[in-house]
């Protein structure tokens, strides 16, 4: 068995000096001091257990963090509290879970800082400089670049090879997707001529990694000396105090059409102005659209990486029909077949997204129904908030990120032509 090496770190005085250079290349809007987040307290709601209870739920505007069996768990403030409890909601009082504080707890410094992950990329840039390019594919509101790492033997060239893509921290709260993020490049970098498998796939296919699709969301979250609870990215919204929008509801396929989202900038699943009004989604849909050469796109699979539920999730969620435009009884089949044969690997729950309830405007729609990209929503440990909920402890990181390799590996063996895990191969791929 191999043993895994200890996680980098880097000290203090680097990382406040990194901090620095990059706080000066920043708009003023990123250095300003942000304003307060009202308090919050996490409820379980009871009375809720199934996918269509769970929709009148979220229709309500609220965000589900945690789906029981008879029950959810969200997270609200005191105006949030009365208003759900107005409309008849059950609502308990949580005791605070591991993130506000107590033995194991995480703190902020457990996880990589938007700089310090950053500093991970271009280290892995100079030392494997054969595999490992990187490039700004735009900013978000507040000026911070969101970047693109890209992994291939020929990582300079641009092959006709299938590409898959792996994104992360499109919720700010969640901290662990980065450390995904950075799990991956350096497995398929370290073990690259070492493991004969990983080696085999960065041969044949070209992999991008986005570790942070939500730089100002992480950087408030993170950075104020305690965790803030914040979800959504930092753009102000016009006639609103409420700062923010859900990125995860922002993507321009059936935004906003099915009561999957909320229009109200005071909620956790704020949808935007506009499919793509938020700055960061538009970045990450150009790139994926750029993509694009000559009439074909060139990403054939991807992750998008979440916390927490330990599930593996496919479109579509804005309808709980199993087939819909543009998703044949062949498509699906592909994608729960791929996505059953990834969660045997790591022991979530494979599932189609809708099964929780219905979302709209999500990335994974929009991957699939716009670019035809087999895409995956992955939500990590821990499967409750007795685990640490979106804050598990920084002891669970090695474990819980190395726990997805044998997933990201299918993805990869998969991607030249998913459909062949269904054998249909010769119809879809010839």
């Known amino acids: 068995m191999r043993i895994r090496r200890g996680r980098k770190r880097l000290t203090a005085a680097v990382a406040a000096t990194l901090t620095l250079a990059l706080g000066l290349t920043l708009n003023t809007?990123?250095?300003?001091?942000?304003?307060?987040?009202?308090s919050v307290t996490r409820y379980e709601v009871t009375g809720v257990s199934t996918a269509d209870e769970r929709t009148v739920l979220a229709r309500t505007g609220t965000a589900?963090?945690?789906v029981r069996a008879d029950s959810v768990v969200i997270t609200a403030d005191q105006a949030d509290a009365r208003r759900l409890r107005a409309q008849g909601y059950d609502l308990t009082a949580l005791s605070a879970p591991a993130e506000r504080g107590g033995v194991g707890a995480m703190a902020p410094s457990d996880y990589h800082t938007y700089a310090q992950t950053l500093s991970a990329v271009s280290?892995?840039?100079?030392?494997?400089?054969?595999?490992?390019?990187?490039?700004?594919?735009?900013?978000?509101?507040?000026?911070?670049?969101?970047?693109a790492v890209k992994i291939s033997d020929n990582v300079t060239v641009d092959e006709n090879e299938p590409e898959v893509?792996?994104?992360?921290?499109?919720?700010?709260?969640?901290?662990?997707?980065?450390?995904?993020?950075?799990?991956?490049?350096?497995?398929?970098?370290?073990?690259?001529?070492?493991?004969?498998?990983?080696?085999?796939?960065v041969n044949a296919r070209e992999i991008w990694i986005i570790p942070s699709v939500n730089p100002d969301g992480k950087v408030y979250d993170q950075e104020s000396g305690a965790f803030r609870n914040w979800r959504k990215n930092r753009q102000p919204n016009t006639g609103s105090a409420y700062i923010g929008t859900d990125l995860n509801r922002n993507w321009a396929y059936r935004w906003g059409?099915?009561?999957?989202?909320?229009?109200?900038?005071?909620?956790?699943?704020?949808?935007?102005?506009?499919?793509?009004?938020?700055?960061?989604?538009?970045?990450v849909a150009n790139f994926v659209r750029g993509r694009v050469i000559g009439g074909e796109?060139?990403?054939?699979?991807?992750?998008?990486?979440?916390?927490?539920?330990?599930?593996v999730l496919w479109p579509y969620g804005y309808t709980y029909a199993d087939?819909?435009?543009?998703?044949?009884?062949?498509?699906?089949?592909?994608f729960r077949t791929l996505g059953t044969a990834m969660a045997n690997t790591n022991g979530y729950t494979p599932q189609q997204a809708s099964d929780l309830y219905i979302t709209d405007g999500s990335i994974g729609d929009w991957m699939w129904g716009s670019q035809k990209i087999f895409s995956y929503t992955f939500e990590m440990y821990p499967v409750s908030s007795s685990g640490g909920g979106f804050y598990p402890p920084g002891s669970v990181i090695d474990?819980?990120?190395?726990?997805?390799?044998?997933?990201?590996?299918?993805?990869?063996?998969?991607?030249d032509c998913v459909y062949r895990i269904i054998g249909k191969q010769s119809q879809y791929c010839a």
Do not use: K
Not at 29 to 38: I, K, L, N, R, V
Not at 298 to 306: E, K, L, V, Y
């Open 29 to 38: 809007q990123a250095t300003a001091a942000p304003p307060s987040a009202p």
């Open 64 to 66: 589900i963090d945690e």
């Open 123 to 147: 280290t892995a840039r100079s030392q494997y400089p054969g595999l490992v390019t990187s490039q700004v594919i735009g900013r978000t509101y507040q000026g911070r670049d969101i970047v």
């Open 165 to 201: 893509l792996f994104t992360s921290n499109q919720h700010a709260r969640e901290h662990l997707t980065v450390e995904m993020a950075l799990y991956t490049l350096e497995e398929l970098t370290t073990q690259y001529g070492v493991d004969p498998e990983v080696t085999s796939l």
């Open 257 to 283: 059409c099915c009561g999957g989202s909320s229009g109200s900038p005071s909620s956790d699943t704020y949808r935007g102005t506009a499919a793509e009004s938020a700055p960061e989604t538009r970045v």
């Open 297 to 311: 796109q060139q990403i054939t699979a991807h992750i998008d990486w979440h916390t927490y539920g330990e599930l």
């Open 323 to 334: 087939t819909a435009t543009g998703l044949t009884a062949d498509d699906a089949s592909t």
């Open 399 to 415: 474990r819980e990120t190395a726990r997805n390799r044998e997933a990201v590996l299918t993805l990869l063996a998969y991607a």
